[in-house]
């Protein structure tokens, strides 16, 4: 992630409401880009597309998130694999005396790296357009 985008991620805190709802749709649309990838790369599973949603926050740790409900889809993070190839293992439909051993699906970390410069581009985009339209240089 660019220096830019990582500072304009830490100052969107201080931002005010209005420019706020101005902002999200916008960076939704940014995050989507990437989500839209994860789901495609993901699209080996039945639950993991329909789970993957995009958040946004502007309070505590703010940013744009891709994110997959656990819920949902609760073998995602270890088919993620931490975005690695490889294998993680498990019990044997849940029967721990029996483990089995399953090739990880990265899809999250691949999407990112795929299109997290073109992301990027359109949160630079939405937020030029946002503080210019409110008056800001």
């Known amino acids: 992630m660019s ?3 990582q500072r304009l991620m830490r100052d969107l805190g201080g931002i005010p409401q209005d420019l706020r709802r101005q902002l999200r749709p916008g960076l939704r649309g940014a995050g989507r880009i990437v989500a839209d990838e994860a789901k495609r790369r993901a699209s080996w599973s039945s639950r993991i597309p329909r789970a993957t949603t995009v958040s946004v926050r502007f309070a505590g740790s703010p940013g744009v998130r ?3 409900n656990r819920r949902k889809a ?5 088919h993620e694999h931490g975005g690695r190839p490889g294998q993680f293992r498990h019990p044997l439909f849940g029967d721990r005396s029996r483990w089995y051993s ?9 999407a990112l790296e795929a299109k997290g410069r073109a992301a990027e581009r359109e949160i630079s985009r ?3 357009r946002v503080t210019r339209d409110a008056g800001f240089r």
Not at 74 to 78: E, I, M, T
Not at 102 to 110: D, E, T
């Open 102 to 110: 399953q090739r990880a699906r990265p899809f999250l970390a691949p």
């Open 126 to 128: 939405v937020v030029d």
């Open 66 to 68: 891709v994110i997959v």
């Open 3 to 5: 220096d830019e985008v």
């Open 74 to 78: 609760p073998h995602a993070r270890p």
